[in-house]
Every structure is written in structure tokens, then in C-alpha cells.
């Protein structure tokens, strides 16, 4: 899972929450097609409210002791949990070396991707250079080491160095050899978001050139708890640093400097200051990503309140203002400069891309998304063991991956839409291959229908509960669980969506698109051991293994689990690839506006 703010998603659900029934998608409504059980309407469907009710203490659904297949879907679950040992085991391999990226590890790892899909009957899904089919889609990169000066703030009568790390962290996205404020006005904008949908604008009014935003982080939705403004507790991609950080350069701005909360955030300020302080990895970029902020940063929240002391604003004050509709951004009359020097250097990496094209309807497809890359091999592991081997983080995903493109490829028939398997690189350094896909798509964003993400797949054997990250979302959730109920099992929401999981992983960077994407795995109700006992074992891997040299493939492990989750994820993506529904987002979500807006090209 994500490096670059390296937070655990280790989810202990005790809730299920009820799911609304909805209407599907659909421009084409031929009826010589089938469809799923999502049904058939119009892509601006105004069925698709998102009406949920708060999360309820939920006991065991039945007192089953094993999930509820038939004699074929064991063998697919058998077949599936073999090839996940098989694959896993490799990967995570010392041979390959904690498969980071631009490294003899990725080489192993991107060619056993593509030699093994080759066998199992896939096409290559991407193109070379010269435009020819190739199992690898170049991704290129530039990684760059920062130094920088202390934080000067200045007013009158008031003059304050903020340290790295102590007091802040800052950084750039602008790939250059050096980047700078100098006497830049601060304004607090307070969550610094543009909603036009939630009748929210912070920057109103405001002429931010030459100034740096000052902004609190998460939404107004968590700091009010009010379930109808915004998504309520749940984050939403407006409550994300990286969202904030970006509308600050739509605005203009020449800086912006989030104000770090350990309860807003989901972490403490130990996390920002060492995500933050090592080399950083983004695209490369034509402009060299001109077009950002001149200096990103952080600081803490005794940091902001000398600051708002020194502008006679009282903080706690000021923050009840900013999380109420109508709120008038303020200067603090004082300046901040800082200076960072850089030093860049260029590579490539590669996502690897397999195809199996649609019978009917080879233009549309269904994707899979899972990252292959780890941390690679380290200085500062514990004892004699420095390779990061990643085994459940994510070598897991990407041999589910494989698994399940085994199962399609051997349907006596191909779905009637495209199905393409897409393991993406640099994951860990900020989601960086699956952004490069999103805008580079081997099959155009308006005609893929929907995603399924796998990162960090269970180990510990079956559970009754499916974990949904970013519950209350999409469409997508009602055939996920109808399939869970075939299985015995039920749908439950993240313990803590006030931390913003779903904007973490892979899916996110096509559902900041458009595309409707779920991101979903096992949680710790076991079928065998029960709550407490798979509780304990995923806090022990979260404590001792978790971006870890630790992490290490065990031939013991139970992967009946994770094969159950593929399994599921076959089910949907192939009712979608044989139907003619385009699922949606619900109304509400704030990437509805771009999946309808692109309803006409379908």
C-alpha cells in the first residue's frame, strides 16, 4: 500500500450497514442483450440517492462454519488459492529483491508478469513505442532530493523560524533544480475546497496570486459530524492534502501549508514529517509541473497557533468559522519564505498491461488493477533481513491478478465486453502508475465500465464479512453484495471512513476520472477462529510485518480468504462484461459529475 504516507488500512469492522436499492446505468437498452441484476435506466438516474443510515453494531449474520459454495465454485476457489501460493512465493521472493521500482527487481518482476499472462492465452494490452502490441506500458518518473531552509514567517513586530521536521515539512511537485517563497502573504483559507455541489467555496472572492494558502485538513463534514454536509464523518476526496494542495495552484497560489490534526489527518505528525523526508517520486511532467504551488507544506498545530497568536486570530476560533457554509477567508498579515534545493534524476518504470478481448464489444471493457511494486531492499531493516519483500502488500494483488485471469481465459466463450488486467508500478510512491493509466488508458476512460482494486489481500482464511473501503459510493456495491450473500457472507463499511482509506489505493486515480471503481477485502470475522482471533492477527501483522522486511510469504497461510474476494471480484466483472449496464457513482459522490459528463460518448 501506498509509501509515500505509509498509514496501515487494517480494518476491524463491527457494523453492516444497510444498501439502498438502485436502478442501474444504461444508454443501450437492447434487448437482445442481457443485463445484470443493477437493471437498466438512464445514466443521469436520479434513483441513485445515497441515502445511508449510521453504521449499526452487527452480530454474525448465521452460525455457519464455512462460506456457502457449490462443488464447482470450491474447485475455483481451490484452483484460485493454489495459483495465489504459487505466484505469491515467487514475488516475494529474495530473488526479487522487494520489487521496487527502476531496479533488477521490477525486471523480474514485470517479465514473470508478462510471461505469465502470455501462457495463460491473454493479448498484450498496451503499446510500444512504435505502437506495436507490448505487455508493458512505460511510466516515466522523476524522483528528487529535497533540502530546504527553515520556514520564515515574519509581521510586524513578530518574526519566527519554523524547523523541518520539528515544526514542519516542505517539498515541491516542481521538477526543478531549486523552488522558493519569498515574503508570500499567508491567508487562511480555511479547508481550502471548491464544491460547487455542496455550495461551498472557500476562495471566494479571493485573489491568491503570490500568496500561500494556509488550510486545515479533512472537510467540514468530519469537523461537524453533520451527515448532510458533505459525506458527514467520511472523508470525502475534498478532505485528501493532495486535493488541497492541487486547488491551491487552481487558485493561483505561490505556496500552501496544510495545518496538521493527529484526528483530522488519521495519523501523527510522525507520519507527515517522515512520508515527507526522503527522496520524492512523481511523473514526469512536459511543464515540469510548472503549474503547482512553488512549495507544498505542512506544519503542526502548535506551529499554526504562534502564527494565528502573532496575527491576533484565536485558532480554535477561527477553525469553528471554516467549517461553517459562507466562511470568509482572512489574511494573517504575515509572510513566509523558504527555499528548497533539488536534485532530479529521470527513469522509467513500466505498468504491465494483459488483455482478453470482448466477443461483442472489444471497445468496452472491465479492469483489474493491482500494484506489483514494494520498497525494495533497505539499509535500516531490522536484524541481518533488509529486502522489503511485500508478500501481503502486495504481492498477494498481483498474484490475484494472474489467478484470476487464468479463470477467464479458460471460459469456453469470452465475455462479451473487454476484461484487461492492468499491475501498476510506484504505488508505494504516490499511486504514480495507476495516475499514469487514468491518463494514458489503453481502452478510453467513457467506455470502461468499472474497476475492481486488490492491495494487501487477506491471508488468514475466509471471513464472513467483506470489507467495502469508501462505502457508499457507487453502484457497484449492490452486485457486490448479492455475490457476498451467495457466498454466506455480507458487506460491511470501514471501521474509521473519517481517514479516507478509499483515496489510497490504485482505484482512486480512475475514480478521480469518472470510472466507478471498489476497492474491497476480506475482514476479521472468521468463518473458523472467530472476531477476536483474526483481530489479534491482523494487528500483530500491522505491528511486526507492515512495510516491513517481516512481510514474508508464508506457505502455511490460509489464502482460501483471498481466493474467496477474487472470486467475487470474477463475479461482478464478468456480469458487467456480459451485460450492457454502465454503473454509476451515486448522487452525492463527488465523481458523479465526471462519469456524466461523459455519458454521450457510451
Known amino acids: ?46 434513483t441513485a440517492e ?32 493454489k495459483d495465489l501460493h504459487t505466484h505469491i512465493a515467487v514475488l516475494a521472493s529474495d530473488e526479487f529483491e522487494g520489487r521496487a521500482p527502476a531496479t533488477k527487481g521490477e525486471e523480474l518482476t514485470v517479465n514473470y ?38 520556514l520564515e514567517v515574519k509581521g510586524e513586530g513578530f518574526e519566527k523560524s519554523l524547523d523541518a521536521l520539528t515544526d514542519m515539512v516542505a517539498f515541491t511537485q516542481r521538477q526543478t533544480a531549486e523552488s522558493k517563497l519569498s515574503d508570500s502573504p499567508l491567508v487562511f483559507v480555511g479547508y481550502g475546497i471548491v464544491a460547487p455541489e455542496n455550495d461551498w467555496n472557500d476562495y471566494a472572492g479571493l485573489d491568491m496570486k503570490g500568496k500561500t494558502a494556509v488550510i486545515l485538513v479533512n472537510d467540514p ?14 472523508m ?100 513566509a519564505s523558504i527555499a528548497l534545493k533539488n536534485k532530479v534524476r529521470t527513469s522509467d518504470s513500466r505498468n504491465v498491461v494483459a488483455k482478453v478481448e470482448g466477443s461483442k464489444y472489444p471497445d468496452e471493457a472491465v479492469i483489474y488493477t493491482a500494484h506489483w511494486d ?35 481465459a479458460k471460459l469456453p466463450e469470452a465475455p462479451r465486453r473487454s476484461m484487461i488486467f492492468v499491475a501498476v508500478t510506484a504505488e508505494e510512491s504516490g499511486l504514480l502508475g495507476s495516475k499514469y493509466y487514468a491518463e494514458n488508458p489503453v481502452v478510453p476512460l467513457e467506455k470502461t465500465v468499472a ?55 490504485d482505484h482512486f486515480s480512475l475514480a478521480k476520472k469518472g470510472v466507478p471503481m471498489l476497492y474491497f477485502d476480506s475482514g476479521t470475522d472468521s468463518f473458523e477462529h472467530g472476531r477476536a482471533w483474526a483481530q489479534k492477527k491482523a494487528a500483530e501483522y500491522g505491528a511486526h510485518a507492515y512495510h516491513k522486511p517481516a512481510d514474508e510469504y508464508d506457505p502455511q497461510w490460509n489464502l482460501e480468504g483471498a481466493a474467496l474476494d477474487l472470486a467475487l471480484g470474477l463475479d461482478l466483472g464478468l456480469e458487467l462484461a456480459n451485460s450492457r449496464d454502465w454503473p454509476n457513482w451515486y448522487q452525492g459522490n463527488e465523481f458523479r459529475a465526471a462519469r456524466d459528463k461523459s455519458a454521450d460518448a457510451r
Not at 59 to 79: F, H, N, Q, Y
Not at 396 to 406: F, Q, S
Open 1 to 46: 500500500m501506498l509509501k509515500s504516507l505509509p498509514w496501515q488500512r487494517l480494518a476491524l469492522p463491527f457494523a453492516l450497514a444497510a444498501i439502498t436499492t438502485i436502478s442501474a446505468c444504461t444508454k443501450d437498452e437492447s434487448k437482445d442483450e442481457p443485463t445484470s441484476s443493477l437493471g437498466a435506466s438512464s445514466p443521469q438516474s436520479e
Open 50 to 81: 445515497r441515502t445511508l443510515p449510521p453504521p449499526q453494531e452487527m452480530p454474525t449474520v448465521e452460525p455457519i462454519t464455512e462460506p456457502k459454495l457449490s462443488d464447482a465454485e470450491k474447485a475455483e476457489v481451490a484452483e484460485l488459492a
Open 113 to 150: 508478469l508478462a510471461n505469465a499472462f502470455k501462457k495463460l492465452g491473454l493479448k498484450p494490452g498496451a503499446t510500444d513505442a512504435e505502437g506495436n502490441p507490448s505487455w508493458f506500458q512505460s511510466v516515466p518518473v522523476v524522483e528528487m532530493q529535497i533540502e530546504t531552509t527553515p
Open 221 to 234: 463534514g468530519y469537523a461537524t459530524q453533520d451527515k448532510n454536509l458533505f459525506n458527514g464523518n467520511a
Open 236 to 335: 470525502t476526496y475534498y478532505g485528501r492534502w493532495n486535493y488541497k494542495f492541487e486547488e491551491a495552484a487552481r487558485q493561483g497560489a505561490e505556496g500552501a501549508i496544510i495545518i496538521h490534526e493527529d484526528g483530522a489527518a488519521g495519523y501523527p505528525w510522525e507520519v507527515v514529517s517522515g512520508s515527507w523526508s526522503g527522496a520524492q517520486i512523481s511523473l514526469a511532467a512536459e511543464n515540469r509541473n510548472a503549474d503547482r504551488v512553488a512549495v507544498e507544506s505542512w506544519m503542526t498545530t502548535a506551529a499554526a497557533k504562534s502564527l494565528f497568536d502573532a496575527a491576533g486570530l484565536d485558532f480554535t476560533a477561527e477553525m469553528g468559522a471554516a467549517k461553517q457554509r459562507g466562511f470568509q477567508p482572512k489574511p494573517l498579515n504575515l509572510t
Open 374 to 408: 514494494h520498497l525494495g531492499v533497505g539499509g535500516h531493516g531490522e536484524g541481518e533481513d533488509h529486502i522489503y519483500n511485500g508478500a501481503v502488500d502486495n504481492a498477494t494483488g498481483t498474484a490475484g491478478l494472474l489467478a484470476m485471469a487464468r479463470q477467464v
Open 451 to 505: 474497476g475492481i482494486n486488490f492491495d494487501a489481500m487477506g491471508v488468514l482464511g475466509p471471513m464472513r464479512d467483506v470489507i467495502v473501503v469508501g462505502y457508499g459510493n457507487s453502484e457497484l456495491e449492490q452486485l457486490l453484495e448479492k455475490a457476498a450473500a451467495r457466498q454466506g457472507r455480507y458487506l460491511a463499511p470501514e471501521d474509521h471512513p473519517e481517514r479516507g482509506y478509499f483515496y489510497r489505493s
